[in-house]
């Protein structure tokens, strides 16, 4: 296990918004055959959703809700940070550049991020050093989008069911109510990082692809001790990272109003905070969804939020893997 010290950080979210595509699909009406049926069954995932649109796309619809609903104008973006779960619908493009092109965002800097799932959360990290480093527009637009349908059969890949969706967050360096990032987090595996792939990448000729086994998301350990030692590892990383953002907000696990994690599996809360097992009843996930890559666990918070809004401070912890590689975090703040 490896990872920096948290680091405190400063943003207020101004508005987030996301997009979930269609009708739910029920997980219980995709083909399984009996072994994947038992194996998934501890999930607790009910539906997932499916897009026609690609996961760019997916992302502008995200974005426009955002700048709505944050009521600013476009031209008060001074950045657009564009971090995609998967893969992009060309491969190669950057989903920043078409957000820019597509909101009129005519003062914004473009970055894209590719950090996995854990990307959205990285972004928002980022989007608060942007602006105590910046003299320009105040505010920062952070957009994540998974397209999983396309690079899975089903949705899965034998360990949980996924979801395509999106989600847009808009930071802003002003004081107010509402959500605030307070520290960001990580912690890494030291090997196996690479067992989650597409094969179609430059670690293969272009001569020996074969797109439809290369295009398709796997998870490809060396042999299943070297899985097994990957699983066991995630609890000292969740709890490393969770002592690490505790630190930074000079906080205790007592004051933790709510932790939400991906919906990764109901049956992985207790081994991933093995070690943090005052937090386990306030895992707050509704793993009734399939997991929406980096979407999801600040999907929940809002759902909570949207729920019942605390009526003082509160205080949250968001966490996410990032394929087989780390786990990242965040510790916001909520201010009625």
Same mark, same amino acid.
């Given at each position: 296990?490896?990872?920096?010290?948290?680091?405190?950080?400063?943003?207020?979210?101004?508005?987030?918004?996301?997009?979930?595509?269609?009708?739910?699909?029920?997980?219980?009406?995709?083909?399984?055959?009996?072994?994947?049926?038992?194996?998934?069954?501890?999930?607790?995932?009910?539906?997932?959703?499916?897009?026609?649109?690609?996961?760019?796309?997916?992302?502008?619809?995200? !974005?426009?809700?955002? @700048?709505?609903?944050?009521?600013?104008? !476009?031209?008060?973006?001074?950045?657009?940070?564009?971090?995609?779960?998967?893969?992009?619908?060309?491969?190669?493009?950057?989903?920043?550049? *078409?957000?820019? !092109?597509?909101?009129?965002?005519?003062?914004?800097?473009?970055?894209? +991020?590719?950090?996995?799932?854990?990307?959205?959360?990285?972004?928002?990290?980022?989007?608060?050093?942007?602006?105590?480093?910046?003299?320009?527009?105040?505010? +920062?637009?952070?957009?994540?989008?998974?397209?999983?349908?396309?690079?899975?059969?089903?949705?899965?890949?034998?360990?949980?069911?996924?979801?395509?969706?999106?989600?847009?967050?808009?930071?802003?360096?002003?004081?107010?109510?509402?959500?605030?990032?307070?520290?960001?987090?990580?912690?890494?595996?030291?090997?196996?990082?690479?067992?989650?792939?597409?094969?179609?990448?430059?670690?293969?000729?272009?001569? /020996? !692809?074969?797109?439809?086994?290369?295009?398709?998301?796997?998870?490809?350990?060396?042999?299943?001790?070297?899985?097994?030692?990957?699983?066991?590892?995630?609890?000292?990383?969740?709890?490393?990272?969770?002592?690490? @953002?505790?630190?930074?907000?000079?906080?205790?696990?007592? /004051?933790?109003?709510?932790?939400?994690?991906?919906?990764?599996?109901?049956?992985? +809360?207790?081994?991933?905070?093995?070690?943090?097992?005052?937090?386990?009843?306030?895992?707050?996930?509704?793993?009734?969804?399939?997991?929406?890559?980096?979407?999801?666990?600040?999907?929940?918070?809002?759902?909570?939020?949207?729920?019942? *809004?605390?009526?003082?401070?509160?205080?949250?912890?968001?966490?996410?893997?990032?394929?087989?590689?780390?786990?990242?975090?965040?510790?916001?703040?909520?201010?009625?």
């Amino acid at each position: 296990m490896s990872g920096p010290p948290a680091r405190a950080c400063n943003g207020r979210l101004i508005s987030l918004e996301f997009h979930l595509p269609g009708e739910p699909i029920p997980v219980g009406g995709l083909y399984m055959d009996d072994e994947m049926r038992e194996k998934l069954q501890g999930t607790g995932q009910e539906f997932t959703f499916g897009s026609d649109e690609d996961s760019t796309a997916m992302s502008v619809r995200a !974005a426009c809700a955002a @700048l709505d609903a944050a009521g600013i104008p !476009a031209e008060d973006i001074g950045l657009v940070i564009s971090a995609p779960t998967l893969i992009t619908s060309y491969g190669l493009e950057i989903p920043a550049i *078409a957000l820019r !092109a597509e909101l009129g965002l005519e003062n914004a800097e473009c970055l894209n +991020v590719a950090q996995g799932c854990v990307g959205f959360l990285s972004g928002l990290q980022l989007a608060c050093s942007y602006l105590a480093a910046e003299n320009g527009p105040a505010n +920062v637009l952070v957009v994540t989008a998974c397209k999983a349908s396309s690079l899975m059969d089903n949705f899965n890949h034998g360990s949980f069911f996924w979801a395509d969706a999106a989600a847009a967050a808009i930071v802003s360096a002003g004081e107010g109510s509402g959500l605030h990032l307070c520290a960001y987090g990580e912690r890494s595996s030291s090997q196996d990082w690479d067992a989650m792939r597409l094969h179609h990448g430059d670690a293969r000729r272009y001569a /020996d !692809a074969l797109p439809a086994l290369d295009l398709k998301l796997v998870v490809d350990f060396a042999d299943q001790r070297a899985q097994m030692d990957y699983i066991v590892g995630e609890r000292a990383r969740c709890d490393g990272l969770i002592s690490a @953002l505790l630190e930074a907000g000079g906080l205790a696990a007592d /004051d933790i109003d709510a932790v939400f994690l991906p919906s990764i599996g109901a049956n992985r +809360v207790p081994h991933l905070l093995g070690a943090q097992k005052d937090l386990r009843t306030r895992v707050k996930t509704d793993f009734r969804y399939a997991h929406m890559g980096g979407v999801d666990a600040l999907f929940f918070l809002d759902l909570y939020l949207r729920a019942e *809004a605390p009526p003082s401070t509160a205080h949250f912890i968001v966490m996410t893997p990032a394929y087989t590689a780390q786990w990242g975090g965040l510790l916001l703040d909520y201010r009625p």
